[in-house]
């Protein structure tokens, strides 16, 4: 009895062993919860601008985010805006929610009232004011303004 009891045991450990080896576990990062991909500046018709604009131009800054997981997850997408001296001149920001590998793309609008070179860092955090995590790396936008 005592070693049909061991076999099983044995049998039952090499299962695992063999399972575990085809079908590693995988369990995504913090910053892997979301991704941002794609960030670009558009007209309020969804039109690609390119990164040289004009002084008073109304823009959007948008970017593609994608939840990566298996469950739902509330964002919100912060858009910080720097001049060449490295002064936030602009902060905004826009909240949703993203089910499973859902794919989304906000933008946030922006008018420059100076010329200049600006860029644009794009975050995807979980909240905005208390326990907030960021979901991604945070990507940047180069911005002309003439």
């Known amino acids: 009895m005592q070693k049909i009891v061991s076999i099983r045991i044995f049998s039952i450990f090499l299962i695992l062993i063999i399972t575990a080896s085809f079908f590693p576990a995988f369990a995504l990062t913090?910053?892997?919860r979301a991704s941002i991909a794609?960030?670009?500046l558009v007209n309020t018709f969804g039109v690609s601008l390119g990164n040289n604009i004009n002084v008073d131009q109304q823009i959007q800054i948008s970017a593609?985010?994608?939840?990566?997981q298996e469950?739902?997850?509330t964002f919100y997408m912060i858009v910080q805006i720097k001049n060449?001296?490295?002064y936030v001149v602009?902060?905004?920001w826009i909240s949703g929610q993203l089910t499973p590998y859902q794919k989304f793309n906000p933008s946030l609008?922006?008018?420059p009232t100076q010329s200049g070179e600006f860029t644009a860092e794009i975050f995807v955090w979980d909240a905005l004011i208390e326990n907030n995590n960021?979901?991604?790396e945070y990507t940047m936008l180069q911005i002309s303004v003439s």
């Open 84 to 86: 060449e001296e490295g």
């Open 134 to 136: 960021a979901l991604s």
């Open 30 to 32: 913090e910053l892997e």
């Open 90 to 92: 602009s902060v905004g």
């Open 71 to 73: 469950k739902s997850q």
């Open 109 to 111: 609008s922006w008018t």
């Open 64 to 68: 593609d985010i994608t939840n990566n």
């Open 38 to 40: 794609d960030p670009k």
